[in-house]
């Protein structure tokens, strides 16, 4: 099953981030940079995994608890970003940049109209 776009703005754009980073943490992990391609993995997927997840809340509190958690996941994958980028070891995409930026705006909007 693969996967069929929502309509949900940010379960989309949390879905196709995810996928955005997979690619880029191979890259990571050719460079030998195994280390940093994994907390980057782990942190950048779980934002679409905590969204999807918050998708089937079963109250107003666990829903926004969810998102709070993606919302933590989406700057700690800015944080993995910015060590990337400050050390000069690999190219960072400004797309990725962007489209984690983007992501923490809709989060912090959600949340606090939620």
């Given amino acids: 099953m693969s996967f069929k776009e929502s309509g949900n703005a940010i379960v989309d754009k949390s879905?196709?981030?995810?996928c955005d980073i997979v690619i880029y943490a191979e890259e990571l992990k050719q460079k030998r940079f195994f280390e940093i391609a994994n907390q980057l993995l782990k942190s950048g997927t779980s934002v679409g995994a905590n969204v999807r997840e918050s998708q089937r809340g079963v109250s107003t509190k666990d829903f926004k608890n969810k998102l709070g958690i993606a919302l933590k996941e989406a700057d700690e994958t800015s944080f993995w970003l910015d060590v990337i980028e400050e050390t000069k070891i690999y190219e960072v995409p400004q797309k990725l940049r962007e489209d984690?930026?983007?992501?923490i705006r809709l989060l912090v909007s959600i949340i606090k109209n939620s």
Avoid: H, R, S
């Fill in 100 to 103: 984690c930026e983007v992501l």
């Fill in 15 to 18: 879905f196709y981030f995810a």
